[in-house]
């Protein structure tokens, strides 16, 4: 069983920065993707980012520019560095992993923006 766990979230300010990780307890370089969901109160949950094995990374087109996806494989982390927050950020992000047929997801981190 593969778990991964996500740290990093809180309250920042519009305009701020965060830097969510998610450290999963086997080796990633297995992994077909990586990515970060995010689930906003009413919303459903939506794709954020997503790395490749390969390492091509992909975003949704409200974060593009703003977001960055990355991993360390040493460290078994991916991470989503996030600047230029604004209060439509506001969600609970989830990491998630894939192989063949299998899906793991976190348990979540809350991020706010607010002033």
């Known amino acids: 069983q593969v778990h991964l766990a996500e740290s990093g979230g809180g309250l920042v300010q519009p305009g701020g920065s965060l830097r969510l990780s998610c450290a999963a307890s086997t080796s990633i370089f297995g992994f077909n993707f990586m990515g970060w969901h995010r689930r906003a109160p009413g919303n459903q949950r939506e794709l954020v980012a997503v790395i490749t094995g390969g390492g091509t990374t992909n975003y949704a087109d409200s974060v593009k520019g703003r977001f960055t996806i990355s991993r360390d494989i040493a460290k078994n982390t991916v991470y989503l560095q996030m600047n230029s927050l604004k209060p439509d950020d506001t969600a609970v992000y989830y990491c998630?992993?894939?192989?063949?047929?299998?899906?793991?997801w976190g348990q979540g981190t809350q991020v706010t923006v607010s002033s």
């Open positions: 998630n992993a894939q192989t063949t047929g299998t899906h793991y």
